[in-house]
């Protein structure tokens, strides 16, 4: 379990450093700054706390799932698809400034991530926690794009 745990922690954090490769300065940039954004957007800072403690959450969530052995295959398949979103996301919003589409990918991601948390509840039960905060974080960074998306 420690090596899988592990294994998940390096994809996870390595989709966070390459999207971080084309997000530059992010949301302390002075692009991201003067959009109109949403009421409830959270401090700069929250962003990356946000992210570590949710993909220590997800890695110990896919530790479990792959542990179950309900069928392997398509749980790879599916987390690669959610790795290759969450990686393209940076690029798209932050260096190529394409909202819209960043919109779509990132509701993209939070359908998949609903799918992992409602699909394989029952298999994992309470260890289906450990997907809630990637969950609700996509919800909420999903609304922010959105606003982002209408108001600009």
């Known amino acids: 379990m420690i090596k899988r745990i592990i294994l998940f922690i390096v994809l996870n954090f390595s989709a966070l450093a390459i999207g971080g490769l084309f997000t530059g300065?992010?949301?302390?940039?002075?692009?991201?700054?003067?959009?109109?954004?949403?009421?409830?957007?959270?401090?700069?800072?929250?962003?990356?706390?946000m992210w570590t403690f949710i993909m220590i959450c997800f890695s110990f969530y896919m530790a479990h799932l792959i542990e179950t052995k309900i069928d392997r295959k398509k749980i790879i398949f599916l987390f690669g698809?959610?790795?290759?979103?969450?990686?393209?996301?940076?690029?798209?919003?932050?260096?190529?400034?394409?909202?819209?589409?960043?919109?779509?990918?990132?509701?993209l991601l939070t359908i998949l991530i609903a799918y992992f948390l409602f699909?394989?509840?029952?298999?994992?039960?309470?260890?289906?926690?450990?997907?809630?905060?990637?969950?609700?974080?996509?919800?909420?960074?999903?609304?922010?794009?959105?606003?982002?998306?209408?108001?600009?």
Do not use: C, M
């Open 25 to 49: 300065k992010g949301v302390t940039s002075d692009w991201y700054q003067n959009l109109n954004q949403a009421p409830w957007t959270p401090p700069g800072w929250v962003f990356g706390f």
């Open 81 to 107: 698809i959610q790795w290759v979103l969450n990686v393209v996301w940076n690029p798209v919003f932050f260096h190529y400034r394409a909202v819209l589409a960043g919109l779509i990918i990132i509701s």
């Open 119 to 152: 699909l394989y509840k029952k298999e994992l039960k309470l260890k289906s926690l450990f997907i809630v905060p990637y969950f609700v974080w996509l919800v909420i960074a999903t609304s922010l794009n959105a606003f982002i998306a209408f108001f600009n």
